[in-house]
Nanobody
Framework: VQLQASGGGLVQAGGSLRLSCAAS????????VGWFRQAPGKEREFVAA????????YYADSVKGRFTISRDNAKNTVYLQMNSLKPEDTGVYYC????????????????WGQGTQVTVSS
């Protein structure tokens, strides 16, 4: 499985961005996909996840009510719609395939995309 993240950019606080994570290869093996982010000097943190079969969604408390994760089966793509962005949302955003276990733990993800930069200015 290969994952490619895109859609990042520079936006002012309060603005919106939509990230995409396109999957290729053995997409039938995908159980769940998650988004993580890493700000400079900080550890990578969980943002959101979606289960492929039944679209169950999970969010970090810091993004609940502002971010929405969704997926398009036909396009093998997962989206992260980010609204009401804040400067603290700045970081490199990664999508990854979860193989099981706690969705918040990055060691439960095996294939990772290359990351896309999101910068929110104040």
């Amino acid at each position: 499985v290969q994952l490619q993240a895109s859609g990042g950019g520079l936006v002012q606080a309060g603005g919106s961005l939509r990230l995409s994570c396109a999957a290729s290869g053995r997409t039938s093996s995908i159980y769940s996909v998650g988004w993580f982010r890493q700000a400079p000097g900080k550890e990578r943190e969980f943002v959101a996840a979606i289960t492929w079969s039944d679209e169950r969604t999970y969010y970090a408390d810091s993004v609940k009510g502002r971010f929405t994760i969704s997926r398009d089966n036909a396009k093998n793509t997962v989206y992260l719609q980010m609204n009401s962005l804040k400067p603290e949302d700045t970081g490199v955003y990664y999508c990854a395939r979860r193989v099981g276990g706690d969705y918040r733990v990055d060691s439960n993800y095996d294939y990772w995309g290359q990351g896309t930069q999101v910068t929110v200015s104040s």
